[in-house]
């Protein structure tokens, strides 16, 4: 039996861990051991049992179609695409990073929707704006700084995204008993999230009752602060889940042409580090300061030149991390 086993191993050598895999091997097995047992009973020896079961069973590419893995086998051996492989420390740290990466992301992303509230309450308290105003920026800066600061952090892994990789049996149970342990966290922060989404104008009635233009404006104040909240509970538990959901079909990915999260393959060419993280979170924040400029100014007949002038500034990014790489290039 063990020769059968180190014989179906030099099988499966080279195929990706992927379930459908360790599940055909399995199956496999388990019918090379009944046909093991039922030549030893009808009589044969040992050795002979060993060379009948591997002749019926020893062809894998006969087997491919039934055991359900023939594409598998067939990208494996004629893809030509070599696998960087990740240990299991590499897939634990990458882990850790991301939830960093996300925690950070998210919180910028909240400041970019909370930092209206500054002139909303000063304004209902009938304070001067101008303070109200400078933390507003100051608060969408600091979205800025950890929005980039994310990207930046994961900028060393950016190869599993970009590269063909792949991940062993022990790293596959460790993130899928993880997927399973996240999975009631994720599902409690997307309700939540869906639940502040629907009851942000929940203030807006309560307050409704009350006279004054305090509470018209903490009204509005909190309808940011729970869009902001619900927002953060959503990019946080979906960052994390899209990690997981990607680590666990790593071995089967082979496509590797686009990153998926950028969706711009102008910001995927680009290789300043810096300039790539900017133009991620360069849109977002366009919209928020037009937002922001707009609802405190009530000038739309001028702040929509924002789009033409942000657009253009993109080009100048885009156009400067390509020149950047062509003379790289050329250096080389």
């Not at 002979?48 to 594409?71: C, H, M, S, T, Y």
């Not at 063909?164 to 790293?171: F, L, T, W, Y």
């Not at 009635?205 to 953060?232: M, Q």
Request: net charge neutral.
């Amino acid at each position: 039996m063990e020769t059968i086993k180190n014989y179906l191993e030099s099988m499966f050598r080279g195929l990706p861990l992927t379930e459908k895999v360790m599940k055909a091997k399995s199956e496999l097995l388990q019918m090379m051991e009944d046909k093991y047992t039922e030549l030893i009973r009808s009589g044969k020896t040992e050795n002979e049992a060993v060379g009948e079961v591997i002749q019926n069973f020893g062809n894998l590419d006969d087997l491919a179609d039934d055991l359900g893995i023939k594409e598998i086998l067939y990208q494996t051996k004629y893809s030509g695409i070599q696998r960087r492989k990740l240990s299991f420390e590499e897939v634990t740290e990458y882990l850790e990073r991301k939830k960093h990466a996300a925690l950070m992301k998210a919180f910028g992303i909240m400041l970019f929707i909370i930092a209206v509230i500054f002139p909303i309450m000063l304004d209902g308290f009938g304070l001067d704006e101008t303070p109200a105003v400078v933390l507003m920026f100051v608060c969408i800066g600091i979205g800025v700084v950890l929005v980039v600061g994310a990207s930046a952090l994961m900028e060393q892994w950016r190869f599993i995204k970009t590269e063909p990789c792949s991940i062993d049996a022990v790293s596959i149970e460790y993130l899928k008993n993880r997927n399973r342990e996240f999975t009631p966290t994720y599902s409690v922060m997307h309700s939540v999230g869906i639940l502040l989404c629907i009851l942000c104008f929940t203030p807006a009635i309560i307050f409704d009752n009350y006279s004054g233009r305090i509470w018209d404006n903490l009204s509005g104040a909190l309808l940011f602060v729970f869009v902001g909240l619900g927002v953060f509970c959503f990019v946080y538990s979906n960052s994390i889940k899209r990690t997981y959901t990607r680590l666990l079909g790593i071995n089967e990915q082979t496509d590797f042409s686009e990153d998926r999260e950028t969706g711009d393959k102008r910001i995927q060419k680009v290789q300043n580090p810096t300039i790539r993280s900017i133009l991620k979170c360069y849109w977002p924040v366009v919209t928020c300061i037009y937002l922001c400029v707009s609802f405190l100014t009530f000038m739309w007949h001028l702040t929509w030149l924002t789009w033409p002038i942000a657009a253009a500034v993109f080009s100048v990014l885009i156009a400067f991390g390509s020149t950047g790489e062509k003379k790289n290039k050329g250096d080389e």
